[in-house]
């Protein structure tokens, strides 16, 4: 007669329970690897994938968003965007680097060339043998025009990069 098996004892439960957590060893240790690598993997994959990375659309304009193939600025550029708001912007790129402006000029207009001052964007200078309306005028500063090319670089290399 045979005698029915018994259930093992809680020793052999323990031991079978460590065989087991030692199995998932190498499994948890690959998935706790490859977590944090999932991003990078992803960013990776879809920047071999095709244009459509990278790529903005306004409209039927593409703006390609890459880091890469932008120009790098140096601090003096960094510091004088940041500190730029939209409109101090906008009148900044209205401007000519070799223009002198004087005159009349609106209220808005001459706020944002004071901001720009204070940036050291332009500069005030006063020229008693001009014209009296035309003696008092503003001029881009050298950091001006290494802003403004800086800018007009990250445009062409969105636009045509």
Not at 94 to 120: K, V
Request: proline fraction near 6%.
């Amino acid at each position: 007669m045979s005698m029915p098996a018994e259930p093992p004892h809680g020793g052999d439960r323990v031991i079978a329970f460590i065989d087991f957590v030692k199995a998932l060893r190498w499994p948890a240790v690959v998935v706790l690897l490859l977590v944090p690598l999932l991003d990078p993997i992803r960013t990776t994959i879809e920047a071999l994938h095709g244009d459509s990375a990278g790529v903005v659309r306004l409209g039927d304009i593409k703006l390609r968003v890459a880091p890469h193939g932008l120009p790098l600025p140096d601090e003096a550029i960094v510091r004088a965007v940041a500190a730029m708001d939209a409109d101090v912007l906008r009148t900044f790129l209205d401007m000519d680097q070799n223009a002198i402006y004087c005159g009349s000029l609106d209220a808005e207009y001459r706020a944002g060339m004071r901001r720009l001052a204070h940036l050291g964007l332009v500069e005030a200078r006063s020229d008693p043998a001009r014209a009296f309306d035309c003696r008092d005028h503003a001029v881009m500063t050298e950091l001006g025009k290494r802003v403004e090319t800086y800018l007009i670089s990250v445009m062409v290399g969105m636009l045509k990069g």
